[in-house]
């Protein structure tokens, strides 16, 4: 079955350390894959995405994602998080066609929790 | 900027009762999607549409009606409110071929 999973459901750094919010997913087709972030009382957005090439894509704000096929991951990284960076971290998949947003499969979410 | 307005923001009804959840985008874009958000389950898709008066079914329909009116505006109905269908609501829009979704800021509907 095609699933995301987001292993850890909240992590707490400190401001100034590095982060790593880990994704993995299960898709037996081309995966396309996105990293969307949730502030307090506001709706996603998009953070990252990947569909091809580089394997590390950059996003806003200092995050990047590496994609690992052999590994089936995309993880999310921040070399040195800022306590607003304090936000639900959703990792989804496309099991449809690039553009059609109705097959996104979502995770659970990561909530993040930085500490000045 | 892409723009999702969606209201009211906090709703809470009776079981049994009425409830019609509003959503405006003015981003020009063709798709809209409703999903509920809930913990430990995270986002899932209720109803979307391709354009005005285009209705898809998503992944969790039940108990729930959609319309789309105009290009601009998508809207849910609960009919007969239930107490399950406590939740946060998001509304959301893409583009034709675009892989960005834009939310609102939800709705928060509390069903007792």
């Known amino acids: 079955a095609q699933s995301v999973t987001q292993p850890d459901a909240r992590v707490t750094v400190s401001e100034g350390a590095s982060l790593q919010l880990r994704c993995k997913y299960s898709?037996?087709?081309?995966?396309?894959l996105f990293w969307y972030v949730q502030y307090p009382r506001q709706g996603l957005q998009l953070l990252l995405k990947y569909y091809s090439g580089d394997p590390v894509v950059q996003g806003v704000n200092g995050f990047e994602a590496e994609f690992i096929k052999s590994n089936s991951s995309f993880h999310l990284r921040k070399a040195s998080v800022h306590w607003s960076d304090s936000a639900v971290y959703f990792c989804a998949v496309s099991a449809g066609n690039v553009g059609d947003n109705s097959k996104l499969i979502w995770g659970l979410g990561t909530s993040l929790v930085v500490n000045p | 900027e892409a723009a999702v307005t969606q209201s009211p923001r906090n709703k809470v009804t009776v079981t049994g009762g009425n409830v019609t959840l509003s959503c405006r985008q003015t981003n020009s874009h063709n798709y809209m999607y409703w999903y509920r958000q809930d913990t430990g389950h995270g986002l899932r898709l209720i109803h979307y549409?391709?354009?005005?008066?285009?209705?898809q079914i998503g992944d969790v329909p039940d108990g729930y009606k959609a319309t789309r009116t105009t290009q601009e505006d998508f809207f849910l109905l609960l009919e007969l409110a239930s107490p399950s269908q406590t939740s946060l609501y998001f509304c959301?829009?893409?583009?034709?071929?675009?892989?960005?979704?834009?939310f609102g800021k939800g709705t928060r509907l509390t069903v007792v």
């Open positions: 549409s391709y354009g005005a008066g285009n209705l």
């Open positions: 898709y037996s087709g081309t995966p396309y």
């Open positions: 959301a829009s893409s583009g034709t071929g675009d892989t960005e979704v834009f």
